[in-house]
């Protein structure tokens, strides 16, 4: 993975899970075979909530995993998917895919996912922008969680961007 978009991809990823616990939205980690291709970074897993679903998986796609239905499910009041990680152009896209045939709206936070190749990452978003998801960034997504400069935890998340 290139050096910039790592560093990228944890902080940001860090920002909006911080921002997502502050604020009650639920957030689950899927996990690629962690065995053979290693484990979430630290620093971002020290991010998670203790209620944080967790699903390890060996499809490309989250929605063929075993327990990932049955984990995202407890939000069905929720139609709306965050999207970061890794590969953008393997995983992140086809978990995309999947999301929007079970009907949910999509939002693929650019400076959030990484590839090892940009080219990939670029080609990745390009094609989940042309079937209707839509690409964001972290700022955005938190800014519209917000919703309004009065927000009672606007000050605390706003110093994540400082």
């Known amino acids: 993975m ?6 990228s991809l944890t902080r940001n990823t ?19 075979y962690p ?6 970074l630290e ?5 998670l909530p203790g209620d944080a679903g967790c699903c390890e998986k060996t499809t490309f796609s989250c929605c ?5 239905e049955t984990q995202l499910y407890p939000a069905e009041q929720r139609k709306q998917v965050i999207l970061a990680g890794v590969e953008a152009h393997i995983c992140v896209l086809q978990t995309a895919a999947g999301l929007q045939r079970w009907g949910f709206d999509l939002y693929v936070v650019e400076d959030a996912i990484c590839s090892r190749d940009p080219r990939h990452k670029l080609n990745a978003l390009r094609r989940m ?12 997504v938190v ?9 009672p935890e606007f000050r605390t ?5 400082r």
């Not at 290139?2 to 560093?7: A, G």
Request: net charge negative.
């Open 64 to 68: 063929e995993a075993d327990s990932f």
């Open 129 to 140: 922008e042309q079937h209707g998801v839509q690409v964001t960034n972290t700022e955005s």
């Open 2 to 7: 290139p050096d910039d978009c790592l560093e």
């Open 157 to 161: 998340l706003t110093k994540l961007f």
């Open 14 to 32: 860090e920002k909006l899970v911080k921002s997502a616990c502050t604020l009650g939205i639920p957030v689950m980690l899927t996990e690629q």
């Open 43 to 47: 620093n971002v897993v020290g991010c």
């Open 143 to 151: 800014f519209e969680w917000l919703g309004d400069s009065r927000h």
């Open 35 to 40: 065995v053979g291709l290693g484990a979430t």
